[in-house]
């Protein structure tokens, strides 16, 4: 192997910069291995390792092109904007559509890299090649150009690349922990607005090293996963815009520049030739407290946008087979942002497979939530799939066989798949309608009793067991849409602080403002909203499947009700933690749910059958035993049996819900033998887990728009 062969000259002490290397070939000829280019030693690449990749002595340098006639390397000195050597690769550098080029005496904190390529133009194929532009390496492992959070780089700055020196070290410590599906309690997170508000007391705000100072919060509140919002470099600075004096941001970072490079401006430390360093230190510290680390994804459009994008990557290189073009040559906007990348031609499915495997081989991630991720299952005009190459290769991809892989199973076109994505059995959907049914039941809305009974029990309607396990990631609410607390706070959205007349963000929010809009000092009206959030959180915690909620919703974090704060980078965003020690009843309440969640292996999925013979799930609405349903109930008991997680005797929890606003009777079944009912929860009272309603073992009475959660306990004297 030639890595081995340089190695074996670097270790004799040959100086690899300025050494013609010659190797005799198999049929005694000699091959001259380097030559001169620009004045650099080169010789041909590693075609097979994508990006810039070191080599003793030097970096391979590996990038593909279908359409291209021509490929040059450009070097630059670190903010310079014209290169200081241009490299063009000769012919006999190709293999196919990819050039490889082994450069030799480059130090790499010296330089920074980008190419040139040169062929066809013609828009209205699709072709866009321009000799003149310097375009990022897609396999790129760092970004420059705009690396400082919210600062702008001069108007000429450009994106170079840098080459990675990976020397983690992971250890001996087996980082990937595989909590099991139906086990995750996700909790979904925005690096920079987790900790950026100064009431977060980090010594690192905003930062992957602020998020990690946080660990033993996350630990005490019972989170096993962490599901971060885009990490991948991205220009926060696009669409930059001041509006009423405020500095508007791409601050969600649904904008992707480069899918192999964290975004830079999450490092609390200067990581020069380095970067990834604190992510990956981030994430083996999460699984060595046994916490996941999932990221989310968006595979659906990148920041090049369409015909008035900037142009700095995919566009230059092969504009036709990345993008999903129109006839005509423009671009298809089925991600709601401007383009669409074309993810089941070949070469694009190779590339997002490539990405894939590198942060689960490099980063030891832990799985993958992709946005939009009904496009990933369109063809190159548009149209869906039914069996998407790119999802079944992803599937049953050997890399990613015990990563989590969860859909967003919807995208900006109209395609809704929530219940029909194609799976093979390996992909999970964020429930979009768990969200649905579920805020309109609990807000009291009539014909929803029997959806939400579905819900409840792991949407067996939409995944049915034996087609489709561990399917569903339930939720109420997340990172798009109002927080828990705005939910109850607002009727209607309030995003004018966007920009936009308020006309962006959903209408469709199903959520109810209990009287006032925003905030309120009438008393009713605020306990009634406490009461409704720890509803929402008891349902979430007591159905089956993996249970998703974002950060702060445990301790009443409001955005003041936008719906829609992709650019708000600013106190609408961040996390206030002045409001955990305002809101601490809730937060004890959220954190004693999980505990309660984490110890009935019967609420988070079908376990071994209950051995005093009831069935898995059974309902008892209001009544024992009554399964009847109409347009009128609002009152709902959903009892799951099965066995402990030591299957050492029954477990039976019966989760009980009156969405009315009058109280009502609740009737439990007559326990098995040597066991009793015990109220373990019950949301009316002023200290829920301590409930001081009087229950005489068979009845009592549930306070209007209350949830209580019965555990049946084995007698002591049977114990």
């Known amino acids: 192997m030639l890595e081995t062969e340089l190695f074996c000259l670097k270790k004799r002490g040959i100086p690899m910069s300025n050494q013609k290397i010659i ?3 198999a049929a005694g000829r000699k091959l001259h291995a380097t030559e001169e280019i620009a004045g650099f030693p080169v010789r041909p690449g590693l075609f097979l390792m994508n990006g ?5 002595g030097g970096v391979s340098f590996t990038i593909h092109s279908i359409g291209a006639t021509s490929c040059e390397l450009c070097l630059f000195h670190r903010t310079e904007q014209q290169p200081y050597a241009v490299l063009p690769f000769p012919d006999r550098f190709r293999i196919g559509n990819t050039w490889s080029m082994i450069v030799f005496g480059l130090d790499i904190t010296q330089f920074e890299y980008a190419y040139r390529m040169d062929g066809p133009y013609d828009p209205a194929r699709g072709l866009l090649f321009d000799k003149t532009k310097f375009l990022l390496d897609p396999y790129a492992r760092a970004v420059t150009g705009q690396s400082r959070w919210g600062e702008r780089p001069s108007e000429d700055t450009a994106y170079h690349a840098r080459v990675v020196e990976d020397v983690f070290d992971w250890g001996d410590f087996n980082s990937n922990i595989h909590i099991p599906f139906q086990d995750m309690v996700i909790y979904e997170l925005h690096v920079r607005g987790f900790t950026r508000h100064p009431s977060s007391g980090v010594e690192h705000p905003g930062t992957f090293a602020g998020l990690m100072e946080k660990i033993p919060y996350l630990k005490k509140l019972g989170i096993n996963t962490i599901e971060l919002m885009p990490v991948f470099e991205f220009d926060e600075l696009a669409d930059e815009r001041v509006v009423d004096g405020e500095h508007l941001l791409n601050y969600w970072g649904y904008n992707t520049v480069c899918y192999f490079a964290p975004n830079t401006g ?20 999460c699984n060595a407290n046994g916490i996941e680390v999932i990221l989310d994804v968006v595979f659906n459009h990148t920041a090049e946008g369409n015909e008035d994008g900037p142009f700095f990557c995919f566009k230059g290189m092969d504009n036709n087979v990345y993008y999903m073009l129109t006839p005509d040559g423009r671009y298809y906007n089925f991600s709601g942002v401007g383009n669409t990348l074309n993810c089941n031609h070949p070469m694009v499915r190779q590339f997002i497979l490539d990405c ?14 992709f946005d939009l991720a009904s496009i990933l299952g369109r063809d190159e005009d548009g149209g869906p799939l039914s069996e998407p190459p790119l999802l079944e290769s992803l599937a049953f991809d050997p890399i990613l066989g015990r990563v989590k892989l969860i859909a967003e199973a919807w995208d900006a076109g109209g395609m809704y798949q929530v219940g029909s994505f194609p799976s093979w059995n390996r992909w999970a959907e964020w429930n979009g309608k768990y969200r649905d049914d579920l805020r309109r039941f609990l807000k009291g809305d009539d014909r929803l009793a029997e959806a939400a009974v579905q819900r409840i029990c792991g949407s067996p309607d939409l995944y049915p067991p034996e087609q489709r396990e561990n399917a569903s990631v339930n939720f109420l609410t997340c990172h798009d849409g109002f927080t828990l607390y705005d939910l109850y706070a607002y009727n209607e959205k309030h995003n004018e602080r966007n920009g936009w007349d308020n006309t962006d963000g959903a209408n469709d929010n199903n959520s109810w403002n209990c009287g006032a809009e925003g905030e309120t000092d009438d008393p009713a009206i605020n306990a009634l909203r406490r009461r409704l959030r720890k509803n929402a959180f008891a349902v979430l915690l007591c159905s089956r499947g993996a249970a998703m909620f974002p950060a702060g919703d445990e301790f009443g974090n409001t955005q003041f009700g936008n719906n829609n704060p992709y650019c708000q980078d600013n106190e609408i965003s961040w996390l206030d933690w002045s409001r955990l020690e305002t809101n601490q009843e809730q937060f004890e309440f959220v954190r004693r749910m999980i505990a309660l969640r984490h110890a009935h292996p019967v609420l988070r999925s079908a376990t071994a059958p209950a051995a005093c013979g009831w069935p898995g799930v059974s309902l008892h609405n209001g009544k024992a035993w009554d399964a009847e349903m109409d347009m009128e109930t609002r009152q709902i008991g959903v009892l799951f049996a099965g066995r402990n997680a030591a299957d050492t005797d029954d477990d039976l929890v019966l989760l009980a819900i009156n969405a009315h606003w009058e109280p009502h009777e609740q009737q439990v079944p007559v326990p098995p033998d040597g066991m009793s009912w015990k109220l373990a929860v019950h949301t009316y009272c002023a200290q829920p887990f301590e409930p001081e309603t009087p229950f005489d073992g068979a009845a009592f009475t549930i306070g209007p728009r209350s949830v209580a959660v019965l555990v049946a306990k084995r007698d002591e004297k049977e114990a």
Do not use: H, M, Q
């Open 356 to 369: 894939l495997r590198y942060w689960v081989v490099e980063y030891r991630v832990d799985g993958f939530r």
């Open 52 to 56: 810039a990749t070191l080599v003793p």
């Open 23 to 25: 190797f005799p070939s």
């Open 266 to 285: 999450y490092a609390a430390a200067v990581e020069f030739n380095r970067e990834g360093t604190e992510l990956k230190t981030l994430i083996r510290t």
